[in-house]
């Protein structure tokens, strides 16, 4: 049955990861990973990348300690699969609150919600403007008396810099996108999905390392099947977060 499980979950997680691509390369003005996902913890800032993949570093290490919790089951080693699967439930609440603080960065300061995005390519007539090669300048107001252009950038906000086209139409920004707003709601709907399925794995490997150390398996011929069961499903959650972590911060 949990290979079943594990199929059908496949499925749908391969249908979102689907869609959220489509969307991804079919729009120009798409977030970049750098810019978005840039703080760490103790309020560094400009280090694209770090913390995601500190968070991924802490789930591998976290299936390799269920690997670990299953070979001493087929040992029957009660204590020792007691103490790899204690490290698992380690790694998996850290994931969980290390998600909690990304979450809580992009939402309460960053204002990224399902329905806003504040993240994304600036233009210049259809061009990328955040590439090399113009001068940067300070976006005070426009030419028709527009109102002042402000960014919200690190926690503060700042006069917008943009960079200044070549040819009749230099200096004037004709598009300010900040990115579709399906970014947003792909985003905290598939990491919360994902992050989700990780909380239940959390549980479930909780109440089975319980009833190893109370020796509830060891009295049974193939008792410790459930342990090896919870593993299947723990390293699918690895697997499924290595394509998320792709799709949503790499590419």
């Known amino acids: 049955m949990m290979w079943y499980f594990l199929l059908s979950d496949a499925f749908t997680f391969s249908g979102f990861l689907i869609a959220y691509g489509a969307l991804r390369f079919s729009m120009p003005s798409w977030p970049v990973p750098d810019f978005v996902f840039s703080t760490f913890p103790g309020g560094f800032h400009h280090k694209p990348l770090l913390f995601v993949t500190l968070m991924t570093f802490i789930l591998l290490a976290s299936s390799f300690?269920?690997?670990?919790?299953?070979?001493?089951?087929?040992?029957?080693?009660r204590m020792g699969v007691v103490k790899w699967m204690i490290w698992t439930i380690i790694g998996g609440a850290a994931f969980l609150g290390c998600q909690a603080w990304e979450w809580n960065t992009l939402m309460g300061k960053e204002h990224m919600t399902i329905r806003v995005n504040p993240f994304g390519k600036h233009m210049v007539a259809g061009t990328y403007v955040e590439g090399d090669g113009h001068e940067i300048k300070e976006g005070t107001s426009f030419k028709d008396g527009a109102s002042y252009m402000i960014h919200k950038h690190d926690g503060e906000w700042k006069p917008l810099k943009f960079k200044v086209d070549e040819g009749p139409e230099a200096g004037k920004v004709k598009e300010q996108s900040f990115g579709p707003k399906a970014f947003g709601a792909l985003f905290f709907f598939i990491t919360g999905f994902h992050g989700f399925h990780v909380l239940t794995g959390v549980i479930f490997l909780l109440i089975i390392c319980v009833n190893s150390f109370t020796g509830l398996y060891a009295a049974r011929r193939n008792g410790y099947e459930m342990v090896e069961k919870i593993g299947l499903y723990w390293h699918f959650v690895d697997l499924v977060w290595v394509f998320v972590f792709l799709l949503f911060y790499l590419l």
């Open 65 to 77: 300690t269920m690997v670990r919790a299953v070979q001493e089951g087929h040992r029957e080693n």
